[in-house]
């Protein structure tokens, strides 16, 4: 061979991975196969092989690396293997093939692997190799610039043996701010690594056969979960689980419903978050910092008194959850994690006949938001004291009981109101007086009930914004607004949101003690402005 030639091939070389390097920002990844065997054993034999002559990349990488290419192993989850050395075998049809190194063993614990070559200018990854089992269709997972397979509609994704591939995930995310991730099962394994850059305000759908999760991303620490479990971000796994109770903890809560008188409408499913680190270390999420929507399917259809329900093992009692119910399903939302269901339940009282507030303690009573004071007797007109009402709204909300807290003097551990009332505390519901007490005992006045339930309102995302003149004006119509004492902004909300009502066409009398009933109402009100119930 003439000299010419040499340079004239050598030229024609560099021209090309000249015109490639262009493409690398455009089209980052090439098309790489592996034909071969996942044995049963961990043995993973073959060879992988570019597609030099329908890939310009290809071309670049079987010209750069006719000897020997490094390629890293990956589970399917996204986990890394290890990085084994390929030697290059053959060159037919277009395609250069690198035989993989013999007596190539692998974990027992990984189902499907793949193989990604990167020399940090491109990269390739291979199609999924599954053990024992034929490789599906589709080619590569990532070439030519998109995933194969492709999520559904672009931002869905099929959890593989209960994880999901952390590449898919990534890319997916890169593109939406809402990822679905459909589940076989009842358990998914999702890689923190492919969270980390997610825009903010992403959530991920994960979507099983018993009920699906909304998890928004930004609702997750995950640098404090990686050290919870003595593990880095990139080695940490999010495991959600919603399993349908059976056996005898399916009996209990049905023995719950029956207790009061209810009649179950979906299974009992146990949502649950975990993060699992390297070592298996665990940490469980059990709450949020936010409401956070969940749907259970119903299995017929339901009354207009449904709802849905939390189960609390300790205690075998049920108690209200915020949310709406369908022909179909229940969509609820609340900040932390249980074992959740959808109930009917008609109550009613003795004393309510005909009363003007007959039709909202019924609806509460019924959705286990209020109780009687006895079975039978709901005493609308009695007077309520301030921890009485701190119970109602808090159950309103669906909000944990905070026990031990020391947000007031006069309240104490062992005070029935001890948990609800630093539940209130906790969420900004209700405040103390000046020298430190919060007076449980003590009858809630109109004004306090104003200044609760908009607090409320507004802690379920309900939104009323009023000017100081906005104020002055609401407040205007009513002829003894001047005896309100300190809640001018907050009784001028609930009238402007329709929270609350005058008690003649002329007066509010916020300093007049409020009714059971009026209490009903006014909780009533409130969350059907939010869509907390129907």
């Not at 209990?252 to 298996?280: M, P, Q, R, Y």
């Not at 749907?295 to 449904?306: C, F, G, R, V, Y």
């Not at 309103?396 to 006069?410: E, I, P, R």
Request: a negative charge; glycine letters at 8%.
């Amino acid at each position: 061979m003439s000299k010419q030639t040499i340079l004239r091939k050598t030229s024609t070389l560099l021209a090309v991975l000249l015109f490639v390097s262009l493409l690398v920002p455009v089209m980052a990844s090439a098309a790489v196969y592996f034909t071969g065997s996942f044995q049963s054993n961990g043995t993973v034999s073959g060879q992988v092989y570019f597609d030099d002559e329908g890939d310009l990349v290809g071309q670049a990488v079987y010209a750069l690396n006719k000897g020997d290419v490094q390629l890293a192993v990956y589970g399917n989850d996204g986990t890394f293997i290890d990085v084994i050395t390929v030697t290059y075998a053959s060159y037919k049809d277009g395609k250069s093939y690198y035989q993989l190194p013999a007596g190539l063993v692998l974990s027992s614990v990984y189902d499907s692997v793949y193989f990604k070559y990167d020399d940090g200018n491109i990269f390739s990854v291979s199609n999924v190799v599954y053990r024992d089992k034929p490789n599906p269709p589709g080619g590569c997972i990532y070439c030519g610039g998109g995933w194969s397979p492709t999520p559904n509609d672009g931002n869905t994704i099929d959890a593989v043996n209960g994880t999901v591939d952390t590449y898919i995930l990534k890319t997916a995310l890169e593109k939406y701010t809402e990822v679905t991730i459909k589940v076989t099962g009842d358990t998914v394994s999702i890689p923190a690594s492919a969270l980390v850059d997610a825009k903010a305000g992403s959530i991920l759908h994960i979507v099983t056969d018993h009920g699906s999760y909304s998890l928004p991303l930004d609702a997750l620490d995950l640098d404090a979960l990686a050290q919870a479990t003595g593990s880095d971000v990139d080695d940490l796994k999010i495991v959600v689980e919603i399993k349908k109770l059976t056996g005898s903890e399916a009996d209990a809560v049905a023995d719950a419903i029956e207790a009061i008188g209810g009649k179950a409408l979906a299974d009992a499913v146990d949502f649950s978050i975990t993060a699992v680190g390297k070592d298996g270390k665990e940490a469980a999420i059990d709450t949020f910092d936010r409401y956070v929507k969940r749907n259970i399917p119903l299995n017929e259809k339901p009354s207009k008194t449904a709802t849905a329900v939390l189960y609390n093992p300790d205690t075998n009692a049920l108690s209200f959850v915020p949310g709406l119910v369908s022909d179909t399903e229940a969509v609820f939302w609340r900040t932390g994690n249980s074992v959740y269901t959808v109930i009917e339940r008609s109550k009613t009282f003795d004393d309510i006949d005909a009363h003007w507030a007959q039709s909202y303690i019924e609806q509460l009573a019924s959705k286990l938001i209020i109780d009687g004071v006895t079975d039978t007797a709901f005493q609308p007109d009695r007077n309520i004291t301030r921890a009485e009402f701190a119970a109602l709204v808090v159950r309103s909300l669906g909000l944990t009981s905070v026990t031990g807290s020391t947000y007031f003097d006069d309240v104490d551990s062992s005070d029935w109101f001890d948990g609800v009332v630093g539940a209130a505390a906790k969420a900004g519901i209700v405040d103390g007086y000046e020298d430190g007490t919060f007076r449980p005992n003590a009858q809630i006045t109109r004004e306090e009930l104003a200044a609760m339930v908009v607090r409320a309102y507004e802690y379920a995302g309900g939104e009323v914004s009023l000017s100081s003149s906005e104020v002055k004006q609401v407040l205007s119509k009513w002829s003894d607004a001047d005896r309100i004492v300190w809640g001018h902004e907050e009784v001028a909300k609930a009238v402007a949101a329709g929270l609350m009502d005058g008690m003649t066409t002329t007066t509010l009398e916020t300093y007049g003690q409020a009714t059971r009933a009026q209490t009903a109402a006014m909780l009533k009100r409130y969350l059907s402005e939010v869509n907390f119930i129907d």
